[in-house]
């Protein structure tokens, strides 16, 4: 049985890909966060353009929310956050996730 009769193209004819675009896209943008008692940074990397953004805030539901709310709007993949566990305890992860992030709490005990 020949490959024309399975619909198949002769081999080095590669249909799905044109050898430009990347095969697999990252659909998640990751933002990562020093959080401390008063304030915090944020670095957030937008895998749509390779763009790094950083940013502070101050550790109050306004200023978090609106940085949520800004990376959202700039980002058009799903978004990632996560920090260190220490002075803000799950607080920060639930106001984060109330967004639709998700948000993970990294024990630095268990980093290698």
């Given amino acids: 049985m020949g490959h024309s009769n399975r619909g198949l193209l002769p081999c080095g004819n590669r249909a799905a890909y044109n050898g430009k ?3 697999v896209k990252n659909s998640i943008t990751y ?6 008692k008063k304030r915090h940074v944020i670095a957030a990397f937008f ?9 502070t805030v101050a550790n109050n539901r306004k200023e978090i929310s609106n940085a949520v709310k800004k990376i959202q709007r700039r ?3 799903q978004v990632q956050f996560c920090y260190e566990a220490g002075v803000c305890g799950f ?5 984060i996730e109330s967004f639709g992030c998700k948000c993970s709490v990294i024990a630095p005990s268990l980093i290698p």
């Fill in 91 to 95: 607080t920060l992860q639930r106001l």
């Fill in 21 to 23: 675009d990347p095969v």
């Fill in 47 to 55: 895998s749509e353009d390779g763009e790094i953004v950083e940013m």
């Fill in 31 to 36: 933002v990562a966060m020093d959080t401390h």
């Fill in 75 to 77: 980002s058009t993949n």
